[in-house]
């Protein structure tokens, strides 16, 4: 009943009125919620409160936002790649997380807490102070908060005399609202997938960090990265969330002789396991000639991508026939609104 209740208002309504009324009800998608507890392996029955609180009123069903438990970790990780002191990696780390933008009380939303830590995008900020890069791309935006720390990095960079600006695609033109409005003027949206529209965005500039968020399959990661590879001056960063679901750009660092480090976050008091980020720095000329190769996937990667894509196909699909009540929730709802 819950199933075609849903499958009826989602064939009704506009796309946009549909994504925002499914935002609108995830603190109340229990049973899907239920569901990701078992997915990423949470000890319900060791943590039961820690559970609850998380089923009964937590708006994130992905995307997901965490303060960070290996924080000096990273700054370890990162200032060698980078060519930073570590002391002043961590330091730039506690900047993410003490800024009173990124900080503030949001307000109530049904779809997002009212305070959001970074979590894995602390990572996207240090590469950025450390680098003052010129030019960011970010392929995927979803509700903006990885976009709106991207943009506050590259305000500290420029009040220290190296500006830099942000270009960010995605398909779905309600996105990037968390953005606040004094950060918008250096912020480029292009409404458009990274596989139709960047190399036309990205005609006359030069890349110097890319940021993948897009599908974490081989049929996003290597053509974005061929793309952003065309326009690489120099050097060219670029950081993965796939991490470790994905060894497309593991297999573009071989090809041309880069090595790609793997970071994996680990999330304080969270329900969640990260899947870690790849961070890649390539020498701007051989990245240009791996891109100009022909990429043949090999016979196992194809397969291994194929069932993957068919798996979390079926955990969706059985997610949303259980989740009868946050369909009930959903078509209360609608009728609200």
């Not at 779905?172 to 912020?187: F, I, K, Q, S, Y």
């Not at 065309?230 to 796939?242: C, E, F, M, Q, Y």
Request: charged fraction near 25%; proline fraction near 5%.
């Amino acid at each position: 009943m819950g199933r075609r209740v849903v499958e009826t208002i989602k064939n009704v309504l506009p796309p946009q009125r549909w994504r925002a009324l499914r935002r609108a009800t995830n603190r109340l998608r229990w049973l899907l919620k239920l569901g990701l507890l078992r997915q990423y392996g949470f000890p319900i029955a060791r943590r039961p409160i820690r559970a609850l609180r998380y089923v009964l009123w937590d708006p994130e069903v992905e995307s997901f936002t965490y303060d960070l438990a290996n924080a000096a970790a990273m700054a370890a990780f990162a200032a060698p790649i980078l060519g930073v002191d570590i002391d002043q990696a961590a330091r730039w780390i506690d900047e993410a997380r003490t800024d009173p933008l990124l900080t503030r009380d949001r307000g109530f939303h049904w779809s997002t807490k009212r305070r959001q830590p970074l979590g894995n995008r602390t990572l996207w900020y240090l590469v950025i102070r450390a680098t003052k890069p010129k030019l960011v791309v970010e392929a995927g935006v979803h509700e903006g908060l990885g976009s709106e720390m991207i943009l506050v990095a590259l305000r500290r960079n420029a009040a220290e005399g190296r500006p830099g600006k942000l270009i960010s695609f995605d398909i779905h033109d309600d996105t990037g609202w968390l953005v606040a409005p004094e950060l918008r003027h250096n912020w480029e949206f292009v409404l458009e997938s990274t596989l139709t529209g960047m190399q036309r965005a990205l005609r006359g500039r030069t890349v110097d960090l890319f940021i993948h968020e897009t599908p974490h399959v081989h049929e996003f990661i290597v053509p974005e990265v061929a793309t952003v590879a065309r326009h690489a001056d120099g050097r060219l960063i670029v950081l993965d969330t796939s991490g470790c679901t994905c060894p497309a750009l593991e297999e573009i660092c071989d090809a041309c002789g880069a090595r790609c480090h793997y970071f994996l976050d680990e999330p304080l008091d969270h329900i969640v396991r990260s899947n870690g980020t790849n961070l890649a720095v390539f020498d701007g000329d051989a990245i240009r000639r791996a891109a100009a190769a022909p990429h043949r996937q090999p016979a196992r990667r194809r397969a291994v991508t194929l069932a993957t894509a068919v798996v979390s196909k079926l955990v969706i699909a059985l997610a949303t026939c259980t989740d009868t009540l946050g369909a009930s929730a959903e078509v209360a709802a609608l009728a609200t609104m």
